[in-house]
């Protein structure tokens, strides 16, 4: 009932997927799955305007076409109409969590899960310990190119991705010092049962899968990271939260054992750390998918809270204190000047996904004494550089193999850039 416009598995939890209009009216919603149980976790957008779910999934019917035992990684692809156009399982025959997905600029797609490897079904790498993460890239018909397994001798679980000119960079959580671990900078702790507890993560691979670097970021306590993007300088913004009061972390604001503060941490492009901020009050803050990058200076972050006015909290949970309630709130590098072009120019590019010709639109306010143009593969290859004659552009692009591509725009005082696909 309600905005739920059809549910054929009643009495069973499935992905439901909405699509909405910009002033957020349902123009269709979706339920996937079959009868014994879904959960959705992520999902990416397509280059041909569909969009694949990501998850677990214990049914065995329905809209599962492979199911290998207890919970496996599910993914399915629901095009721009609201309709099935595949669906893909990868598992064992024991538990399996997905947990992050990107498509890969040569149209396939990288899958983050986690795993505890026990056989059967098509995840078959060796395992380090209890639980591993599992980098899986697939091509774009969904054969496995490859998979790895990451981990060390307690649980861990790969949580984040990001495809980078060389290579991939994962986020996860770990709880050892051995393994793939080793070298990382684990921050030993254990909770009150004598568990070992979890830090940040971070791992680059090349496009093999092979580690290039790892790191840890974190405390005594629970540390978990939840998104990174990456900056123009080649640096890296992770967004997590913190249970920890030493360590890495610095400023949490914290008062009771199992808060945490919204935890956002810069790395440089080899992982070392370069600052480190916490974010919160006296109570508990937490962060699932809320990161917004408006620029290389300013985010905007939607997470929870439970307690406020108190430090960086300025509002009261509307059901008291202690109630937990969304929390947003911009953050900005004013140590930095960021010219005022930089922040409001916006490209337009279009039509996206282009084939033979692309349009660009400059803004008026753009000013193109000096400015330059220049079009980059997605290694970071200049395969196009002019001088920009007027602020409405026709580009030839026919010449250019299909991919993803980025379109930089340079003054004296600002850059801009804007990502396109080439099919």
């Known amino acids: 009932d309600g905005d739920i416009s059809q549910d054929p598995y009643p009495n069973s939890e499935d992905y439901w997927i909405v699509k909405i209009d910009i002033d957020g009216n349902i123009i269709w919603d979706k339920i996937v ?9 992520t999902g990416c957008p397509t280059f041909d305007g569909c969009v694949v779910a990501l998850g677990e999934s214990i049914s065995e019917d329905g809209d599962v076409s492979v199911h290998f035992g207890a919970k496996d990684v599910w993914l399915v692809k629901i095009s721009g109409d609201g309709e099935v156009e595949w669906d893909f399982t990868l598992g064992t025959d024991h538990t399996d969590y997905g947990q ?45 190119e490859w ?21 991939y960079i994962f986020l996860a959580y770990a709880s050892t010092n051995d393994g ?3 070298g990382s900078g684990w921050h030993e702790g254990y909770n009150h049962l004598g568990n070992p507890t979890s830090d940040t993560w971070a791992v680059k691979v090349d496009f093999s899968g ?29 967004v ?24 956002a941490i810069h790395i440089s492009s080899e992982g070392e750390l370069l600052g480190q901020q916490c974010f919160g009050g006296w109570g508990d803050e937490r962060i699932e998918f809320g990161v917004v990058k408006k620029s290389d200076n300013d985010f905007v972050i939607a997470g929870q809270t439970n307690y406020g006015p108190s430090y960086d909290v300025g509002c009261t949970p509307h059901g008291g204190n202690w109630d937990n309630e969304y929390w947003v709130f911009e953050i900005k590098d ?4 960021v010219p005022e072009n930089r922040q409001i120019a916006q490209l337009k590019v279009y039509p996206n996904p282009a084939e033979d010709n692309v349009f660009i639109e400059i803004p008026e306010t753009y000013q193109l004494n000096n400015a330059v143009m220049q079009v980059l593969d997605a290694s970071g290859r200049s395969v196009i550089k002019q001088k920009p004659e007027s602020h409405t552009l026709q580009l030839n692009i026919h010449h250019l193999p299909a991919g993803l591509y980025i379109l930089k725009l340079m003054n004296n005082e600002a850059f801009v850039t804007k990502r396109f696909v080439i099919r």
């Not at 799955?33 to 959705?40: A, E």
């Not at 995840?123 to 774009?140: I, T």
């Not at 920890?244 to 054992?257: E, F, T």
Request: net charge negative; with cysteine; aromatic share 8%.
């Open 33 to 41: 799955g079959g009868t014994y149980g879904d959960k959705i976790f």
């Open 100 to 144: 992050a997905i990107i498509q890969t600029t040569d149209g396939g797609y990288l899958v983050g899960c986690s795993s505890m490897l026990e056989g059967g079904g098509n995840l078959n790498c060796e395992s380090h310990g209890l639980a591993d993460g599992v980098l899986v890239k697939l091509d774009s018909l969904r054969n496995i």
């Open 147 to 167: 998979q790895h397994c990451y981990g060390g001798s307690w649980y861990d679980g790969i949580i984040g991705l990001l495809e980078v000119a060389d290579g």
């Open 180 to 182: 793939d671990l080793v």
């Open 210 to 238: 092979n580690i290039i670097w790892k790191k840890c970021y974190g405390g005594s306590k629970y540390d978990d990271s939840k998104s990174i993007v990456q900056l123009g300088d080649g640096s890296f913004m992770i």
């Open 240 to 263: 997590g939260l913190t249970d920890s009061h030493d360590g890495d972390v610095v400023g949490n604001h914290s008062g009771n054992a199992g808060d945490n503060d919204i935890w």
């Open 334 to 337: 004013t140590t930095v000047a």
